[in-house]
């Protein structure tokens, strides 16, 4: 199914998507297991920052966003990671995400799944995050708490 056939700028559009609304629920119940796997996990923070640090980021704020997709391929790909719960809950989260993007459109040199999701880098959380109904129904907020507690990163 073709929904778009050009945009303004589009030689140097990012990332463009169109998802299905109606698969968000299902979407986040496997980011918020995805989430609790992280808070559960016994790998070391140094190798969890080393994995989200590796994935595919968009930022235009201070804060910083990553691709989700690449974010739990990252995870799934890193070899320092051998937590399989963590692992296993991070290909949900791609399993879903397949259903959620219904189709995209990136720049080659980027590993795009279609969405982002919310990891700050210098600025932590907005306080704005709170009100979110995602926070609300997922643990992520707390994963992200989690890897910032690194504090010197890199």
Not at 33 to 62: C, I, N, P, W, Y
Request: charged residues 20%; glycine residues 10%.
């Amino acid at each position: 199914m073709k929904i778009v056939n050009a945009s303004a700028g589009q030689s140097s559009t990012t990332c463009m998507s169109a998802v299905s609304l109606g698969e968000m629920d299902s979407l986040a119940g496997a980011v918020d297991d995805f989430s609790q796997a992280l808070l559960r996990s016994r790998t070391s923070l140094a190798v969890l920052q080393k994995a989200v640090d590796g994935s595919m980021t968009f930022s235009g704020t201070d804060y910083g966003y990553k691709d989700l997709g690449d974010l739990c391929a990252s995870v799934m790909s890193n070899p320092s990671v051998t937590d399989v719960a963590l692992k296993e809950a991070a290909a949900r989260v791609l399993d879903r995400l397949g259903g959620a993007v219904i189709a995209e459109q990136h720049i080659p040199e980027f590993r795009s799944h279609g969405l982002t999701i919310e990891q700050p880098e210098t600025y932590g959380v907005p306080k704005e995050y709170g009100e979110l109904d995602f926070n609300t129904r997922t643990h992520w907020k707390q994963a992200m708490d989690k890897l910032s507690s690194l504090g010197a990163r890199g």
